[in-house]
């Protein structure tokens, strides 16, 4: 685009001068005889001084050009192409001072001095060209200029004192009245050759720098045309030698364009393109620096820069930040992969910044969480309108791909002067109100100073939470499952548990989300699974041979490559037979069901049983139940424990038991802790169920000493149920 836009600029400003030459041509070849010697002697003379002193400028304008140039471009085609034309304009220069008419200058002007300096300067010219584009062009010294000059002008003094040598050494080239002879003729269409070789070449590499070489084939074209006019004249008075000049002065000027635009232009262009790239390259820094990469939102040092100036500018006068979270967004990353997560982030901040105003700055934080500055608050219900504003946004699911995800957030709000009074207090305090609005009816809260203490004592338990595997203080408790129908004892839940050496026992909902952030929740599941098939077996080894045993996944484990082997290890560690082994997996994890498909097929492979946890409070709509390989649906406690006074729970329960019953999948109620709800599901064909009204999670080794009287306790509760249902 660069070289035609130069191409085209050429033919703007020179396309005139140099159409100029052929508008002669056809003149002199339509009316060569009427035109001949229409400049006489007197007036010929002049125009012949004038064209030569163009020729000598334009052939030291060259020599000059790359001098100059040399030291910077250190290029020796340029290099030799200088001292080329240093040469050239000396002997062009005693051509003009020889030619016929001139005055005295050592000794009279003559055909013989004048026509024998233009023919050595063309054939000069010509094989010196040639043999440019012939050699490869590389970098040479600078030091090279003054050999390179000083040959050029030990060549052009050499052939000065030859042609003025007192005694005539060479043959006369033109007769006057007869014009050229044929010697001259044949150097001069040894010439017209030698620039052909040059115009063929030119031709063949032209793709390889087109707009320095589209300049020299125009001038190989004319200095061919010149030389063509120089064989046919009688005179030197003849119109052809007028147009033979013009034409040479013409390919000349087209040389020197050629090589301005390589010595030049097209450098200056380079450092122009650089310099643009160089400014586009530190505007996208700059853009990068200051913008999130995903979300093309201001990122957190934008956001603090933005934050201080208004807070420095504007002192006195109320503001807000919040943060923004997406809940469960890291289940979404692990489930659905890094670009689905990136999707959604992008349509989350699609949403957030349509409400971007005066007052409003949007920026993003990291990971899941986004931050929202209001400039100036005059009341809280500023600060609670805009909120119930985000919400709103979010209710609408969020299209992604293929996929319809229902997202919530919680958000944590931080007012300037009161929870902070610079950017970093209002951005660490809004954080932590974030973290605890996901407990929130809402899901949203204001920084309370309660809150530090908090921020401490969970960083601690993470700390802690790093080194309490190693240390043993993590613990399995186990929840009986019981069939109804018989009363016995089928399998037990496996359910973590941590002892603090400090606090005691730390509740699973406080330090799960920490492994879960952290990533600690991969071995700490792996753990599990191996010790509950451990101890599994031990109790097979003590006769309780009949039950198994089920185990959660987390997302993280889910999504691990090698969780089939871990599995399989575990069981062959175990000496556990397949079918003893349940794993819980959650709705969130089946929103990838290509993934989800594979994944269950593989372990399904191994005999082990699929079931459901929390089934109805996920993500996903029911058409994976009919598609992936699931045994059992685990009803959540949340349906249970209002049953049988709550219709709505009621009518839930009843329809996800008549929808897995279709499908033939059993079905575990959890959370079961009075006899009403227990008879709310046996009347439903609800069969297995769990909670304390058979027993709480126990240690295993209290299990192995009263496993008798849980059975009792069970095969009671269900005689007493089937009396009362039978009466």
């Not at 606090?503 to 699974?529: D, H, K, N, Y």
């Not at 909670?691 to 009287?709: T, V």
């Amino acid at each position: 685009m660069e070289q035609r836009r130069i191409t085209d600029k050429f033919w703007k400003v020179d396309g005139w001068g140099i159409l100029i030459p052929l508008l002669f041509l056809v003149l002199a070849l339509c009316f060569r005889e009427s035109l001949f010697a229409i400049f006489d002697e007197r007036n010929y003379v002049i125009l012949h001084l004038i064209f030569e002193i163009f020729i000598i400028g334009s052939s030291f304008a060259i020599a000059v050009q790359a001098w100059m140039i040399s030291p910077y471009i250190l290029s020796n085609q340029r290099l030799w192409l200088g001292a080329l034309f240093f040469s050239v304009g000396w002997l062009e220069m005693f051509h003009a001072i020889t030619y016929k008419g001139m005055p005295f200058f050592l000794m009279e002007s003559t055909p013989y001095n004048a026509t024998w300096f233009y023919m050595i300067s063309r054939l000069t010219q010509a094989f010196g060209l040639l043999m440019i584009l012939l050699i490869p062009d590389r970098q040479v010294n600078t030091s090279y200029r003054w050999i390179s000059y000083s040959l050029a002008l030990v060549y052009a003094a050499s052939w000065i004192a030859l042609i003025f040598y007192p005694v005539q050494l060479l043959p006369e080239l033109v007769i006057e009245g007869s014009g050229p002879t044929s010697i001259k003729v044949g150097l001069q269409y040894t010439a017209i050759l030698l620039q052909c070789f040059c115009f063929l070449f030119l031709v063949k590499n032209f793709s390889k720098a087109k707009t320095r070489n589209f300049m020299m084939i125009i001038a190989s074209v004319y200095l061919i045309i010149g030389d063509s006019m120089f064989t046919s004249y009688k005179s030197v008075y003849d119109i052809t030698n007028f147009i033979g000049h013009l034409f040479q002065l013409t390919g000349f000027y087209c040389l020197l364009k050629a090589l301005y635009y390589t010595s030049v232009e097209e450098p200056f262009q380079r450092v122009r393109k650089a310099e643009r790239r160089l400014r586009e390259s530190e505007e996208s820094l700059h853009y990068m620096a200051y913008h999130d990469e995903r979300t093309k939102l201001p990122n957190v040092r934008y956001f603090k820069e933005k934050l201080g100036q208004t807070l420095t500018n504007e002192p006195d006068s109320q503001k807000a930040v919040l943060v923004v979270e997406i809940d469960r967004f890291d289940t979404i990353y692990e489930s659905l992969g890094h670009t689905f997560g990136d999707l959604t982030l992008q349509s989350v901040a699609e949403r957030l910044y349509s409400l971007v105003s005066s007052n409003i700055f949007i920026g993003k934080k990291r990971g899941k969480e986004f931050t929202i500055f209001l400039t100036s608050v005059d009341h809280k219900e500023e600060v609670l309108n805009l909120c119930e504003k985000v919400q709103e946004l979010m209710k609408e699911p969020i299209q992604v791909q293929h996929l319809q995800l229902n997202m919530t957030v919680n958000i944590g709000i931080a007012l300037y002067p009161e929870h902070g009074t610079n950017e970093d207090e209002l951005l660490k305090h809004a954080q932590m109100a974030a973290y605890e609005a996901q407990k929130e009816t809402q899901r949203l809260k204001f920084y309370q100073e309660a809150m530090d203490k908090q921020f401490i004592d969970r960083l601690m338990l993470e700390h802690d939470l790093h080194k309490a595997l190693a240390k043993g203080e993590l613990h399995i408790d186990y929840q009986p499952q019981v069939n109804v129908r018989t009363g016995d004892i089928v399998s037990f839940e496996s359910l973590i548990r941590w002892k603090h050496p400090e606090r005691g026992w730390i509740s699973p909902g406080q330090f799960i989300p920490i492994a879960e952030e952290t990533g600690l929740i991969a071995p700490i599941g792996e753990w599990v699974l191996k010790t509950a098939c451990q101890q599994l077996k031990e109790w097979h080894n003590q006769g309780i041979s009949h039950i198994g045993v089920a185990v959660n996944l987390s997302t993280r484990q889910f999504f691990q490559q090698n969780l089939v082997d871990i599995i399989k290890d575990s069981l062959k560690e175990a000496d556990l037979a397949p079918h003893f082994l349940e794993l819980e997996i959650t709705e969130s994890m089946t929103t990838d069901m290509s993934y989800a498909a594979s994944m269950l097929a593989d372990l399904k492979k191994l005999g082990i049983r699929i079931a459901v946890d929390d089934f109805g409070t996920g993500y996903s709509s029911l058409h994976y139940l009919k598609d992936l390989p699931i045994d059992c649906l685990k009803i959540d406690r949340s349906f249970v424990q209002h049953v049988p006074s709550d219709k709505h729970n009621a009518a839930l329960i009843s329809t996800i038991l008549a929808i897995a019953e279709h499908l033939c999948l059993s079905v575990i109620a959890e959370g079961v802790e009075e006899m009403e709800q227990l008879s709310f599901l046996w009347e439903n064909n609800c069969y297995q169920v769990q909670g304390y009204l058979f027993s709480p999670p126990l240690p295993p080794e209290k299990i192995s000493c009263i496993f008798a009287d849980i059975q009792a306790q069970a095969s009671s509760y269900c005689q007493q149920l089937k009396l009362t249902n039978v009466k």
